[in-house]
């Protein structure tokens, strides 16, 4: 009888504790790192995470430790749910606790202030590991939603197919369907940037704009992400599948979407400090609208979205004057 899989999971917002619930689903043995002991006692005392998904109960092979050792041990995957901007220091830290020859997972969807770089090169760059024995999880896979095991599909992305064979294997559930694909890079650009047009389309929606501007705006910003990825050696077919399109739509359309109400509270006049205030869990876009434009203009892409989002969010211009300017930009053929 053969053993069952290890997996670590690293941060215990909603989506880490998400997927650590269909890792256990799937029959591995989940360790949930968390840094306050209350959260530890929470999960495995009532076996709920209160302050993330509250009303969820947790499978009983998954547990929850403060000790980030004791997390690492032995591990076939090492999931990483973290802010995208915390990741390398909470690495570097991590780092000497790893067990030799697991595999990395991220699950995060950004792309880094300063380096511009994507979550799987950051692990690379701390860990020195190879791109084969770093993986994506990516896709349409709003927290809630999975958590309620409600149906989902996913794709898991390494270079090494093998690698992402497996871990399809230890994610596959009844309600989760992982699929695999080589595309790193075109999977986690997808992931970014659907973070930055679903703060374009929550603005719009605030400022009640219509569903004839999102679905514009989803379109083209599809366009925009399918540029800067083919500039970065991606498959622009990734981008019209779950990764791209699919991830896109969910956030676009969700009001579980942290970026796209994120968006909407911005369209309706309130302020970045404002905004920031009530919400409880990190959008990602909000500070990933960035680096990506940074990403973009470093390979001479044009983002006119994305720009306009910066625009906004960073530099204070009034919704309704980004709008005019962005509806202003000079006539040009769709496809290019």
Request: proline residues 5%; glycine residues 10%.
């Amino acid at each position: 009888m053969s053993k069952p899989v290890k997996a670590a999971v690293f941060g215990t917002g909603s989506w880490g504790t998400a997927f650590g619930l269909v890792l256990a689903d799937a029959g591995c043995e989940v360790t949930l790192w968390a840094r306050r002991a209350e959260l530890v006692d929470a999960v495995n005392s009532t076996r709920v995470n209160p302050d993330y998904l509250p009303g969820v109960e947790l499978p009983e092979n998954l547990r929850a430790t403060a000790d980030a050792a004791e997390a690492a041990r032995d591990a076939d995957f090492t999931v990483l749910a973290v802010p995208s901007q915390t990741l390398r220091a909470n690495l570097a830290e991590w780092l000497p606790l790893l067990a030799p020859g697991t595999v990395l997972v991220s699950l995060m969807k950004g792309i880094e202030l300063g380096t511009a770089m994507r979550m799987s090169e950051v692990i690379e760059d701390v860990t020195k590991v190879g791109p084969d024995r770093i993986a994506v999880v990516t896709g349409p896979n709003l927290a809630r939603e999975v958590a309620a095991r409600m149906p989902a599909a996913a794709v898991v992305a390494c270079t090494d197919e093998e690698v992402a064979r497996r871990l399809q294997s230890a994610c596959h559930t009844s309600y989760f369907r992982p699929y695999t694909n080589t595309d790193v890079v075109g999977c986690e650009l997808g992931g970014a940037v659907k973070n930055v047009i679903g703060l374009a389309v929550g603005i719009a929606d605030g400022m009640g704009l219509g569903d004839n501007a999102k679905g514009s705006l989803i379109t083209r910003g599809l366009a925009e992400t399918t540029r800067l990825g083919v500039a970065l050696g991606a498959d622009p077919l990734t981008f019209s599948g779950l990764a791209g399109l699919g991830d896109l739509v969910a956030t676009c359309s969700s009001p579980l979407s942290r970026n796209h109400t994120f968006g909407t509270n911005l369209g309706k006049g309130m302020t970045l400090e404002e905004t920031i205030a009530v919400t409880k869990q990190t959008a990602e876009g909000v500070k990933s609208c960035e680096s990506v434009l940074d990403l973009a203009r470093r390979h001479g892409v044009d983002m006119p979205i994305t720009e306009t989002v910066v625009s906004i969010v960073h530099q204070g211009k009034p919704p309704v004057v980004a709008l005019r300017e962005l509806m202003s930009r000079s006539a040009k053929p769709e496809r290019r």
